[in-house]
């Protein structure tokens, strides 16, 4: 009997609906549809075009039952976190979501620190925000934004799903039933108990957030019901059926890894680098909560222990930079050439706070060398090989710190580090992350959130609706991976 399930990867930058069907010895994958994302400005704010995305799903699922050789059995979505819809009384979206780059919560996170610890020092209020949640201090995250509705006066008390859940919940109808969070993506909020698994009451209180507008917490491989509406009435999807993956799409990457030791470290590179391990429990010490690392949840309650490095969003904003300006730059020949020249000895800070921001990216590099005591780099097109140089350059040394700092909080010793997503193409900057770091890179699958979203509904299938574990996540995705 076929097994087929369709993945939908939603990223800031592209979003992907991808189709396969297990026969019991082979899995064939296949991406059927992408289209691309980007935030849009509207009112002096970014916001993302809910609509577009919504219509490109739509298409990819159409297309999906197109190429399907029979039923399709699961859907499941995965994307990045933070963000979310804000619903009205029927379930349905009020306007458009924020975009984590806007600038509104640039304030929010000391006044946050501050509702946290009323009496003392804001810096009490971050202790102790880091000692309930774990979660690494950004100013994007979810409790930042939900802060900065409440303060800037949209309507109070409207429920809210991230997206991924959003989705999901649009696919069902808008049964209320199937408006849920799904665990590893909740974490990302920073408003879930780090121990309990379940969001924080004290949070939500101190900060002056509803609770009842938070969906209930469901994990990883949840089956929430049958996709409904239009969809359908197509023969492909008429007994489909909705699962939760991991819906933070780290958490799908790092599930579509098939090891289950425990002396390996990621980093799941994209837009974002994610630099990582795996935990049993949760971190947060003295030491973990310094070097501002986050405890994000996995597959069977786990911990996925890391921190935020900025990606190859840097590049990415450069050749937007250098092509808006008539020139016609890719990244693979970028790579080809730096790879051809001497090494860059100069490195700047990736994770300045002016590098989140879109908009000259040649430029804000040149700040941060200049900061660094180095030369900048000529910010036009003819030197793009440089400033990519730079880039690599700067990129490994910062994922050497961090895998040196996560050995030391950790007590762990790594000799394997697992290279997934776009990044894992990128051979030049491997061999710049083994040389920096001494580690052997092990080059993972590029869609490796989508290879973990299938593994979870796969496992939770098999299931027949008890947990899915980590043992079962990881060998689907193994022997997703090795077909």
Known sequence: MTTRSIAI????????VSLAEWDGATARLSVVH?????????????????????TGIEHGLRQAADAASGAIDSIGIDGWAVDYVRLDERGAAIGLPFC??????ETAMPEVWQRMAPQETPDRGRARLYQLTGIQFLRFNTLYQLYADCRDGLKPGARWLNLPEYMLHR?????????????????????????????????????????RAAARIVQPGTRLGQLAGPLASLPAFQRTQLIAPACHDTGSAVAGIPESSADWAFISSGTWSLVGAVLDEPCTTPAAWRENFTNEGGIGGRIRFLKNV????????????WNSQGANVSLAALVAECARQPRSTAAFDVDSADLLLP??????????????????????????????????????TRYAAVLKALSEVTGRKF????????????????????????LKVIRGPVESS??????????????????????????????THRS
């Not at 849009?40 to 993302?48: D, F, I, K, Q, S």
């Not at 408006?179 to 939500?204: G, K, S």
């Not at 900025?310 to 930079?321: F, I, S, V």
């Open 171 to 211: 696919l069902a109808g808008l049964d209320p039933r199937t408006a849920v969070a799904e665990y590893t993506n909740a974490t990302h909020t920073q408003l879930v108990d780090v121990r309990r698994r379940d969001w924080c009451d004290e949070i939500f209180e101190k900060v002056g957030l509803d609770r």
């Open 34 to 54: 992408r289209f691309p994302n980007g935030p849009v400005e509207r009112a002096g704010h970014l916001h993302w075009d809910l609509e577009a995305l919504w």
């Open 310 to 321: 900025n990606g190859m969003w840097l590049l990415q904003e450069c050749l937007r930079e």
């Open 359 to 396: 908009g000259n990216m040649p430029a804000r590099i040149n700040q941060e060398l200049e900061k660094a005591g180095h030369a900048p780099v000529p910010p036009d097109a003819g030197h793009a090989p440089a400033m990519a140089n730079v880039i690599f350059i700067s990129l490994a």
């Open 450 to 479: 989508t290879l973990g979203n299938l593994a979870v509904q796969f496992a939770a299938l098999e299931s027949g609706g008890a947990a899915v574990t980590p043992g079962d996540v990881a060998r689907w995705a193994a022997l």
């Open 100 to 105: 984590y780059r806007d600038r509104r919560t």
């Open 415 to 438: 000799a394997r580090l697992y290279v997934v997503g776009g990044g894992s193409q990128n051979e030049y900057l491997n061999h710049l992350i083994e040389d920096s770091t001494g």
């Open 9 to 16: 990867d939603l990223g800031a930058e592209s979003c992907r």
